[in-house]
């Protein structure tokens, strides 16, 4: 078998499989199982493609467990799909090394990224985050990553900044400034563990972009990386584990004698207890160990013809017999591994993980021996299993004993947005009034005028506004180059029709030659309909049928924006030598002095049926007196209702005020004078309470009151 380069438990790992497959006696046409060492850096795909071809030319390789990278495993695949080897990945997640059609001989233990997506999905729903940023290598692995988070988060958690680490140049372009202007202060970083460590660095080196202000998650991280700046404090790592972390069933007795064989081949690179095995060497050994029982299994079927190779002389040409049955075989394979139960899906190269797919969040803290020095402790778990690991599942994310370090410093979650820094706002109110109108008909009154000023300035306001906004309003897409890169929106919002001199002007001069995933079209007139479906944003067309499609009542909504770019020539085809040339140039001369062709582009093109404005609903006109006569008759009304009110009021306060004067007067002609006198002194008490003593007053109100009783008796002698 042959195997490449990896790390040190990995490669130990690997080996106690051979190793334990000689112990245990296992053989193919009586000859124990080998294996081949080669090295690769998921940097240059060909040398690993020469390295692999000596290797089957040379050793004669019937399998292969790796390579270490998704672009390394794609191309490998796609050569043993020729020659019929088996290749098992047992760390390469690109989703796209899924399809078993296109890689029918590949098969991998580890869960593919999707799965790692979705399990950071469930990570933000936890802590309510909808938004973050993704910088991701530019490779199969990042990209493959980029789409899985993308089609994890959907419209859920907003991607506010996708950032490109470029591998040939080991280099981000304006990393601090793309972060500080997004709004999210999240990061997921989607990169190989020797990548992860470059682009930390950087990070290191731009300043203010790492802790406090954000938080990164890293989905590897070296294990030999020196964790001593505190820019690092509360950073998390989620990894894929193994199920025996969740008491789940593996081959415990597998195991045990693998590591027994470990300790005695390599005992310096055995970490000193089984639970800090790294998932991705349990995922190796279980991806020789499923070769080693493929092989095995078929080898027994196919005593007479076992595992033989055809046109040796180049790795190109080389076959392997009844490779068909070999793959049936493998297919179907189902035992229970170290890592758990290995079987696979039936129209994929996935495993089928009848445990579930297992994940750790490692936080960085602060040593407690050390404080110089950082150390990943385990904060949260994720126990679900591939078919229920799905957005709307209820498989949740658990806390352990282990609290989370933020790296706020506090013990508050982190934001997922921006915070304002040194800026505040404050609202005073001293709210206090001055209306003094006291009349029900004066309060009224201003009431109205308060409306109808209010109706006026949002009339005044309203035409000013819109003329303004008329004036100055912009398309949000000026030019072509504004796609360029997909500089403004995502790739997949721009329509471009396939196989067309537009995809052309696209490859060469927006994406400059790389292949993007733009949205791609069958045919002009689909681009219209897909706008107006909100499928696409913006779309490259004719500029002819563009100004013609966009002024027909149908396609009122959509606008031409920029200058035309790319001119290209059109004519009318005919057959060389045509006897009828000069007379259709003669036709066409004819046409074009009588002036035919100028009405017949004013009447198609020219015409601007979209343009034309109604008298009464034109865009850009504001608010016109007839659409807002109604609050002024509201308001007319209003005020002669309350003039009436106001009138009927005055009336009946004037015959209440002449019916009390007549009965006071009837009252007065009853009396003798010194009644009246009385009377006025009895009225008078209450002022003389401020001047006079109250001795005085007694006397007075008591002479009163004789003269009261001295005047009634004859009045009422006389009634």
């Not at 390579?67 to 290749?87: D, H, I, K, Q, T």
């Not at 537009?502 to 060469?508: D, P, R, T």
Request: contains cysteine.
């Amino acid at each position: 078998m042959l195997t490449y380069d990896s790390t040190p438990q990995e490669h130990a790992m690997f080996m106690t499989a051979i190793l334990l497959s000689q112990q245990y006696n296992m053989t193919v046409n009586g000859k124990q199982f080998a294996y081949r060492l080669e090295h690769s850096n998921g940097r240059d795909v060909i040398e690993t493609l020469y390295r692999t071809c000596m290797a089957i030319t040379e050793n004669k390789i019937i399998g292969i467990v790796g390579p270490a990278y998704s672009s390394e495993a794609r191309l490998l695949a796609r050569l043993c799909n020729r020659a019929g080897f088996p290749v098992i990945g047992y760390s390469t997640t690109d989703p796209e090394l899924s399809d078993r059609n296109a890689y029918q001989t590949f098969y991998r233990t580890i869960p593919s990224d999707i799965i790692t997506a979705q399990a950071l999905l469930k990570l933000f729903q936890k802590y309510d985050w909808n938004s973050t940023n993704i910088i991701y290598q530019d490779d199969n692995y990042g990209e493959g990553g980029l789409q899985a988070i993308k089609k994890a988060f959907t419209d859920e958690i907003k991607i506010s900044q996708k950032i490109k680490y470029d591998l040939s140049t080991d280099h981000i372009d304006d990393l601090r400034s793309q972060l500080e202007e997004s709004p999210s202060r999240i990061v997921i970083v989607w990169a190989d563990e020797n990548v992860t460590t470059k682009i930390i660095q950087l990070a290191l080196e731009a300043g203010d972009i790492l802790a406090p202000s954000f938080l990164w998650i890293f989905t590897a991280l070296h294990s030999k990386m020196q964790l001593k700046d505190k820019q690092l404090i509360g950073m998390l790592l989620i990894r894929p584990v193994t199920p025996q972390i969740f008491n789940v069933s593996t081959n415990t007795t597998l195991l045990k004698d693998a590591i027994d064989i470990w300790k005695n081949y390599d005992n310096q690179s055995y970490p000193g207890d089984e639970t800090k095995i790294d998932g991705y060497a349990l995922y190796a050994f279980d991806s020789a160990w499923l070769l080693i029982l493929g092989f095995q299994e078929f080898c027994q079927r196919n005593s007479n013809n076992c595992l033989s190779l055809v046109n040796t002389k180049h790795c190109f040409t080389t076959r392997l017999t009844n490779r068909d049955k070999l793959h049936q075989i493998l297919k179907n394979i189902s035992f229970l591994g170290v890592s758990g139960y290995v079987q696979f899906l039936e129209n994929a190269t996935d495993r089928l993980t009848r445990s579930g797919s297992h994940f750790i969040i490692d936080n960085l803290q602060p040593s407690k021996s050390n404080t110089n020095e950082l150390y990943a402790e385990e904060v949260l778990k994720l126990n679900g299993s591939t078919s229920n690991l799905t957005r709307d599942s209820t498989t949740q994310w658990i806390s352990t004993l282990n609290p989370i370090r933020w790296p706020a410093y506090s013990g508050a979650k982190q934001n997922h947005y921006a915070s304002l820094k040194g800026k505040t706002s404050t609202v005073e109110r001293d709210i206090r009034s001055e209306l003094r109108v006291k009349s029900f008909g004066g309060r009224g009154q201003t009431i109205l005028l308060w409306l109808t000023s209010i109706y006026l300035v949002s009339l005044l306001t309203s035409s000013m506004t819109t003329y303004f906004i008329e004036k100055q309003k912009k398309p949000w897409i000026q030019s072509i180059e504004d796609l360029k890169m997909c500089g403004k929106l995502s790739c997949d919002r721009i329509g471009v029709v396939e196989r067309s001199q537009h995809e052309e002007y696209v490859m060469q001069h927006l994406m400059n030659g790389n292949q993007m995933d733009y949205h791609r079209l069958k045919h002009q007139r689909e681009c219209y309909a897909k706008l107006l479906n909100y499928h696409i944003d913006v779309a490259i067309a004719d500029s002819s049928s563009a100004e013609y499609f966009t002024q027909t009542k149908q396609y009122c909504q959509l606008e031409v924006v920029g200058f035309p770019f790319g001119k290209t020539d059109f004519g009318i085809a005919v057959p060389k030598l045509w006897r009828y040339k000069q007379d259709l140039d003669n036709h066409i001369m004819k046409l074009k002095e009588e002036g035919e062709i100028d009405r017949l582009l004013e009447e198609y093109f020219q015409e601007k049926y979209c343009d034309k404005k109604d008298g009464h609903e034109g865009v850009g006109d504001g608010l016109h007196l007839s659409q807002v006569y109604g609050l002024f008759i509201v308001h007319f009304g209003l005020a002669i209702i309350i003039l009436v009110i106001s009138g009927l009021k005055w009336n009946f306060v004037d015959h209440t005020q002449n019916g009390k004067s007549c009965s006071s007067n009837r009252n007065t002609m009853a009396q003798p004078s010194e009644t009246n006198e009385c009377t006025n002194s009895d009225n008078t008490i209450s002022s003389l309470t401020q001047r006079q003593e109250a001795r005085q007053i007694k006397q007075k109100i008591q002479k009163c009151k004789e003269q009261r009783q001295h005047m009634t008796q004859p009045a009422t002698t006389i009634s």
